[in-house]
Nanobody, 120 residues
Framework: QVQLVESGGGSVQAGGSLRLSCAAS????????MAWFRQALGKEREGVAV???????SYADSVKGRFTISQDNAKNTLDLQMYSLKPEDTAMYYC??????????????WGQGTQVTVSS
């Protein structure tokens, strides 16, 4: 049983920093990738950052140079370090994991989300 639990959200002023963490349970050997998504009020969910089993990372253009995704396979955790936060980063942030499903790799496990609010 795979479970994902996020923590670390909160309210900060523009220019501030936050670190989100995701504690995962369940097997890791079948996992393809882990990622952070976000959804702002009234907007569609968007991918923020993704990391694969080899540690290769990719980021949304809007967060490149400001956010860093990392994983600790031994602890089975996923982090998102966020710097230089902007009001437009305000959203609910979700941890997600890719495992085999109907597709070889699909995001079929999600956390409950943690709120990030950035004030100007």
């Amino acid at each position: 049983q795979v479970q994902l639990v996020e923590s670390g959200g909160g309210s900060v002023q523009a220019g501030g920093s936050l670190r989100l963490s995701c504690a995962a349970s369940g097997d890791t050997y079948r996992r393809c990738r882990m990622a952070w998504f976000r959804q702002a009020l009234g907007k569609e969910r968007e991918g923020v950052a993704v990391i694969d089993i080899l540690g290769r990372r990719s980021y949304a253009d809007s967060v490149k140079g400001r956010f860093t995704i990392s994983q600790d396979n031994a602890k089975n955790t996923l982090d998102l370090q966020m710097y230089s936060l902007k009001p437009e980063d305000t959203a609910m942030y979700y941890c997600a994991a890719q495992y085999p499903g109907l597709l070889p790799c699909e995001y079929n496990h999600w956390g409950q989300g943690t709120q990030v609010t950035v004030s100007s």
